[in-house]
């Protein structure tokens, strides 16, 4: 007992000290961070696809924060340069994300630039990685038997095709969509002291 009330004392200031660190800290770095020169407000349609992006849980899966090259390998494997404050000036609530089941996407707008292929993807992930284990969404979609003039096709390998039918999207999945189009932060970094650590804004690579 006499161990008990020390034990609880210790447990709540490391717990403060964390919350002060990880939580507190960076939350008002972000909040206060000026939009980066080159970042543009969500549109409409990209503040719809986002709360989607919420709502079906991709950040469970999926960060948006590529790291430096000291904390992780993702400026080799083509995440782009590390995300700084000024990256998420736009972006309530963040979507940094702590776990990598599936690659980081604050640049896959510029990674995957295809309309066509995020669509695909979205309907059905193994039609284009055979051993992805993505969930697919086809609730997203309607299948139909001929596409009107307004409709957007999905593109489908014929494994993948329903028989004598097409298969539209959604308004839900053109917004969810857009907004992955929308997340590309390949401008240079705002913050000079990245320059620090070798990297070049002009190439948006590290020496």
Not at 188 to 200: K, M, Q, V
Request: charged fraction near 20%; hydrophobic fraction near 35%.
């Amino acid at each position: 007992m006499n161990r008990f009330i020390p034990l609880m004392l210790l447990s709540a200031a490391i717990l403060a000290f964390a919350t002060v660190f990880l939580v507190i800290l960076p939350a008002d770095e972000i909040r206060t961070a000026a939009p980066a020169p080159g970042l543009e407000p969500y549109t409409e349609s990209q503040l719809r696809g986002r709360a989607k992006y919420v709502d079906l849980g991709c950040v469970y899966c999926h960060s948006q924060q590529p790291r430096a090259p000291e904390q992780a390998p993702d400026v080799q494997r083509g995440w782009g340069r590390p995300s700084t404050a000024s990256d998420y000036a736009y972006d309530e609530p963040h979507l940094l994300g702590t776990m990598r089941t599936g690659p980081d996407l604050l640049n896959i707008g510029a990674r995957m630039p295809s309309r066509d292929w995020h669509l695909t993807h979205l309907y059905q992930p193994r039609a284009i990685h055979p051993t992805s284990i993505m969930p697919s969404y086809p609730f997203l979609f309607e299948t139909k038997t001929e596409a009107s003039p307004d409709d957007v096709v999905v593109r489908l390998p014929k494994a993948y095709q329903p028989s004598d039918k097409v298969v539209v999207a959604s308004d839900e999945a053109l917004d969810l969509v857009d907004y992955l189009l929308g997340l590309d932060r390949t401008y240079p970094a705002a913050n000079p002291e990245l320059r620090d650590h070798g990297y070049s804004p002009d190439r948006g690579t590290y020496e």
